[in-house]
């Protein structure tokens, strides 16, 4: 099956600091990434939609200056978490569809930010 | 907008129990329908899923049934065992954009 793959799984960061999370398709090519956060027994929620060659369509609510995605090819998006405070603490995971369609989307281990 | 609702936990079942977890949907179109399991401090792991009315996604024991006419899918299991323990997720795909909604979790606990 189709493989997503999220790094790191773990980073702890000092406040002020930005942390980039990585999410990879490894063995499909997927023009639309998705990027969610959960809170803490929570469920999880949709921050953006990244699409390959153009700007992330973000969610309401959440802030594009503070959470920039990027996604510069088919394989590859990015989230980095700018200037980071302790409220940014929580799991975030990212999940690819893939490019000839299909409604399933593959989702990566996820990334569990502490910011301290 | 798409929604998903799902029974509220957490759910406490003794080893070889019979379990129930219900979820209903609301969605324009035709969504896929999935269920995903979390385990402690990991990410989401597809369960099962049905693409499309009447299909009976199934997985370790696990099934569930797309019904259109209730807006259900209703995930089963016929006996529990302890490593079934953890954080269950009904969630639907827009056919069209490709995001995910999902249901608020139910945490499962499975006794010995």
């Known amino acids: 099956g189709a493989v997503v793959s999220q790094h790191p799984s773990r980073v702890i960061c000092k406040s002020g600091t930005s942390v980039k999370i990585e999410c990879r398709s490894l063995d499909f090519q997927a023009t639309t990434m998705f990027w969610y956060r959960q809170f803490p027994k929570q469920s999880l929620m949709l921050m953006a939609t990244s699409n390959e060659g153009s700007k992330a369509t973000y969610e309401q609510g959440v802030e594009k200056d503070k959470f920039l995605i990027n996604h510069a090819s088919l394989t590859l998006s990015t989230l980095t978490v700018t200037s980071a405070h302790p409220e940014d603490s929580s799991f975030y995971i990212c999940s690819a569809r893939l490019r000839l369609g299909g409604n399933e989307a593959f989702f990566g281990q996820g990334t569990r930010l502490t910011v301290v | 907008g798409d929604s998903v609702t799902q029974m509220e936990g957490p759910v406490t079942l003794s080893e070889e129990a019979f379990l129930t977890i219900n979820c209903t949907y609301t969605?324009?179109?035709?969504?896929?329908l999935f269920w995903y399991v979390q385990y402690p401090g990991e990410g989401l792991q597809l369960l099962l899923k049905?693409?499309?009315?009447?299909d009976k996604g199934s997985n370790k024991g696990f099934e569930a049934t797309y019904r259109k006419e209730t807006t259900s899918f209703h995930l089963e299991k016929g006996s529990v065992q302890v490593s079934d323990s953890a954080v269950y997720f009904c969630a639907l795909s827009d056919g069209n954009a490709g995001k995910s909604t999902f249901g608020d979790g139910t945490t499962l606990t499975v006794k010995p």
């Open positions: 049905a693409t499309k009315a009447d």
């Open positions: 969605a324009t179109g035709y969504p896929s």
